[in-house]
């Protein structure tokens, strides 16, 4: 899987709310299997820049890492591609 790096797909998630702002940093964990793209992605937004996004790409919906991320108080939206992985970026709240 590649990296969201194309206009088309940066667009997406910006127009989902995501800060243009922010430096991003992207995280595939589309081929591991449960639990490791949770705990992949937490352990990347712990050294998470407060003026970065986390942009993961996983080949489904990361609904338990939602309220993880909840309770972590951070911000987050997600994008299905056409290819059915789903890109979720993830930054900190205010």
Excluded: C, Y
């Excluded at 995280?27 to 970065?52: F, I, S």
């Excluded at 299905?80 to 900190?92: K, N, P, Q, Y």
């Amino acid at each position: 899987m590649s990296e969201p790096n194309d206009h088309r797909e940066l667009d997406a998630l910006t127009d989902a709310g995501v800060p243009e702002t922010l430096a991003r940093e992207h995280v595939d964990v589309a081929d591991l299997p449960p639990p490791e793209p949770l705990v992949e992605t937490l352990e990347r937004l712990g050294a998470l820049p407060d003026d970065g996004v986390l942009v993961q790409t996983n080949d489904r919906v990361p609904q338990h890492l939602f309220p993880k991320l909840e309770e972590r108080g951070f911000t987050w939206e997600h994008v299905e591609r056409d290819d059915g992985t789903v890109l979720t970026a993830i930054w900190r709240t205010d």
